[in-house]
């Protein structure tokens, strides 16, 4: 019987983002320019606020992955799988302190629909719910890398004070 | 003036909140622009006829018993229809008679910018997306609209992306505290989300009173029902900061490039 480890298991939540990020910047977008480059071009352009989550994402991946040497170097592995148009692409083994992280992500339509850890610290326990996670984190991932360009924002009602710092405020000055 | 790519923007302040207003499109100018001038007074009439922190508007008036149903502006009783609808599509997790006095605040925002975007759209606006303090219609695109991370404020939880009519709501205590109660305790829901939104081409109506019932229940019954709804997907972030979707939701969302 395992005991489980709360902190632990956050942190391999934490690595397996950062896997994903790494792998997501690896992906070519069909033009040749990379998601990363999405994301600079992001970062140059009139959209301070809204490029915020792109950065931070990037950001995020070093800073929770200290084995690696560089986030941008990641090459992932695609393979083609059963579905009609889907495929696995698998990111490369990423060090942590609890050791090495693996994510394989299933992308079909151009959206990834199942992500798992292939290789986690403790695969047993925790490999569920780094997966629970990864789904989503990943989306968001690559949301944020892609996502320079957002028209509005959808959020919990905010009073009209609460808009004067909101991103929605932001985008509204911006006027784009 | 519209830019090169005729486009309009307008913000607009009532009922307590900001109202945004992004029109593409836009061809006949003076005819878009009546129409916005309508859809912003039409934001305030309905302000005036439904606020529930006016003590003189019909809704206040109608639920002290001071004013007959028949003698209200007849949007009142549309709008006491619709959220009857919600009311029976919930099993009652939505209503607008909780502590004896008559609230349609859970889907009388959402209506009102669904109808200011049907105002536009029969002016001939190409494009719009009106989001009335975080709830936003959408009609034609494409649009992207990020959904605020509850957890970490000026960050996104991911992207929806749209072509044609969208009706996105969030609900949850980020912005105002906590204001969405169980009816049946009077207190927040046991298991409350950080944050859940509500997408159907439906429209907004359906998205904001969906949202407001569904965050009521919680987390585990919100996420059944939800998953059960035709036609309506959701988005969730937990108080722990796990989310989760329903089964068709990852088509509102962005592309991924792999």
Known sequence: MKRRHPFRRIMVGVAATATGVVLLLALKQPGGSSVAGATARGDAGVLPAASAPAASAQASAPASAPGRASGSDAAGTAAGSGGAGARTV???????????????????????????????????????????????????SAVAAQNARIDTVSGASY??????????????KAGV | MPDMDGRLHHTEESMGTVFSFDIRGVRNEPAV??????AVSWLHRVDEVFSTFRPESEIARLGRGELALADCAPKVREVLELCAEAERESGGWFTVRYAGGLDPTGLVKGWAVEQAVRMLAESGAGAVCLNGGGDVQLLGGPWRVGIADPLRPG????????????????????????????????EPPAD??????????????????????????GAARARAWLEAL??????????AGERWMTSGFHRHTAEVTA
């Open chain 2, 155 to 186: 960050e996104l939880a991911t992207v929806v992306e749209a072509e044609g009519p969208l009706g996105v709501a969030t609900s949850g205590p980020a912005e105002r505290g906590c204001h969405i109660l169980d009816p049946r305790t009077g």
């Open chain 1, 159 to 172: 009073t009209s004070e609460g808009y004067r710092n909101s991103l929605q405020s932001a985008l509204d």
């Open chain 1, 90 to 140: 698998v990111g490369d083994a990423v060090d942590t302190q609890y050791g090495p992280v693996q994510v394989r992500i299933t992308v079909s339509g151009g959206r990834i629909t199942a992500a798992e850890a292939v290789k986690a610290p403790d695969s047993d326990a925790q490999s569920q719910s780094v997966t629970a996670n990864a789904v989503p984190r990943l989306n968001q």
């Open chain 2, 230 to 239: 035709p036609g309506t997907e959701a988005f969730a972030v937990t108080a």
């Open chain 2, 33 to 38: 622009r009546a129409a916005l001038r309508a």
């Open chain 2, 192 to 217: 409350a989300l950080a944050s859940l939104t509500v997408v159907t081409p439906q429209g907004l109506t359906w998205a904001d009173g969906r949202a407001t019932a569904a965050y009521a229940m």
